[in-house]
């Protein structure tokens, strides 16, 4: 019996260290209950008593080295294989990494928030208005009567007979006196839409920012300067302004405003298209029937209001001669700003 006993290990040993089966396989074939060393087991009955005990001390000790071996070996291959994952998952910390590329912000984005710097810098709040408007707004409450050219079907996108795609950001100036009383000091950027054909010079959709001053006392004086402090710097320091009398119906007086050409300084060049002034803006002091119908005393406070184009800015500031340019989002044009 002996001799079988040795005769086990020295199989299960060499099985073992072989790795031709799996351990759990050795262990059945070896350990388990109808394994070869439970079946020397059974057929101990057989043994004398003085034969017994050390053929089951054998046999004990043969089931704990197979056990210990089998241990070992299920260690050792544990290791083996975390050694290779690690020289497998090896990361190289040398290699350069991944570029992303960040885009710049889009000229219109970057000028409007110049614009808001500037003005908050004055003092001004921002303000927003929907884009979808009351035709109240848009043209009644701005003093702008049933006849004006403005409220043609023609130029502007209506939706039902009183509501519109707003074509100005002027009603903005509206929501903003109806919510507050004076002192006022807005600035309302945003998206206007016009029925235009679009071409180098217009577009469906572009962009306006406008402005109001309500207070008591507010001058023209307050107007140029203010807007004066603005396009010095927008445009630069040497920047002068001049302002050509207009008619728009939500102001009286009103201007249109041009800026010194900032290339040519005003003696004529390509940009100004030899004029030396740029036009920028339209301005002037609140109609009163417009205070008045936000419920602000027009004899007691006086305010002023501009609008400009956005895009108008923008092709003057970086000398863009087609406006498609600035929608048509061609990171070519866009990766020079
Ligand atoms: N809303 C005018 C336009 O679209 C621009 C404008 C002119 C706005 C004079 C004003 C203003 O607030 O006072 O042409």
Known sequence: MKEILEKIRAEAMEAISSSAQSLEEI???????????????RGMGALSAEERPVVGALANKVREDVERAIEKKSREMKEASRALALKAEKIDVTV??????????????AVQKQMEDIFIGMGFEIAEGPEVEKSYYNFEALNTPEDHPARDIQDTFYITDDVLLRSQTSPVQIHVMEEKKPPIRVISPGRVYRADEVDATHSPLFHQCE?????KGITMGDLKGTLEAFAKQMFG??????FRPHHFPFTEPSAEVDISCFVCGGKGC????????????GAGMVHPNVLRGCGIDPDVYSGFAFGMGIERIVMAKYNITDMRLLYENDVRFLKQF
């Open 27 to 41: 262990r059945i074939k070896y350990l388990g209950k109808k394994g070869e060393l439970t079946k020397v087991l």
């Open 96 to 109: 350069p990494g991944e570029r992303f590329s960040v885009a710049p912000r889009h000229p219109l984005s």
């Open 211 to 215: 402005g109001i001053v309500v207070d």
């Open 237 to 242: 320091e040497g920047t002068r302004l001049r």
């Open 270 to 281: 390509r940009v100004c298209k030899g004029e030396g002034w740029i036009e920028i803006l």
